[in-house]
């Protein structure tokens, strides 16, 4: 049983070796302080695709700045949002795991002490979930566990009604979970959180880009 436990232990260290070397991963370095500075930051799945013959991965930076509670992503639809919210939250649990990300040497992740998400549609016909009611299930769940030392990350905020009861709504959770010390990162296409996050100090507006010429998304 001894020998056992060794060899699982040195199966996963060799695995998390050979995927750092098929993917480029490099040892993060790891801060106490809620700092977030992803350089060139790819997926893994998407470096798995290119690797079987896909297209070439578009490496994104994900930075939060010094005294940025909530960070707020919107631009164009299929521009990259919630691959930009996945890309953080997937590379900051394998950072923590021991698992070397593919990301720029130098990149900075935070030793958040938890990680909440809500990214999909979560809607469910046999237990009377609409696609709204759904979310706000989500939320409840950040609103009572979520404080300092959490990650909450939250596709489509506010998504799923009349835009000025959503957008209200989700600023609500928000300055509650920023009051209880979590950073936060969304995306969104209300208006309300984006002009909040212009005003507020604690809120800080992100774009993905598009060519405005030919009105192709370019992904970072």
Do not use: W
């Not at 890309?87 to 990301?103: D, E, Q, W």
């Not at 009611?133 to 300092?148: D, N, P, Q, Y």
């Amino acid at each position: 049983e001894s020998d056992l436990s060794i060899f699982g232990a040195l199966d996963s260290v060799q695995a998390r070796a050979l995927f750092a070397v098929a993917a480029g991963g490099v040892a993060p370095i790891v801060r106490k302080n809620g700092r977030i500075r992803l350089r060139n930051a790819r997926h893994p799945l998407l470096i798995l695709k290119q690797a079987r013959g896909g297209p070439a991965v578009i490496p994104i930076d994900i930075i939060r700045p010094e005294g940025c509670s909530v960070l707020v992503i919107s631009g164009a639809n299929t521009g990259g949002k919630t691959v930009a919210l996945k890309t953080l939250g997937l590379l900051t649990a394998m950072a923590l795991s021991g698992i070397p990300v593919p990301a720029e040497e130098g990149s900075e992740v935070s030793l958040f002490s938890s990680i909440f998400a809500d990214i999909g549609d979560r809607q469910d016909i046999i237990a009377s979930l609409s696609t709204f009611s759904a979310h706000i299930k989500r939320m409840c769940e950040f609103l009572t566990s979520a404080g300092e030392g959490s990650l909450v990350l939250i596709d489509e905020i506010g998504a799923g009604t009349d835009p000025s009861e959503g957008g209200a709504f989700a600023l609500a959770a928000l300055e509650t979970l920023r009051e209880r010390g979590a950073t936060v990162v969304i995306t969104t296409h209300l208006n309300v959180l984006k002009a909040h996050a212009q005003s507020d100090p604690a809120y800080r507006n992100a774009s993905v880009e598009f060519d405005e010429r030919t009105l192709k998304p370019l992904y970072q």
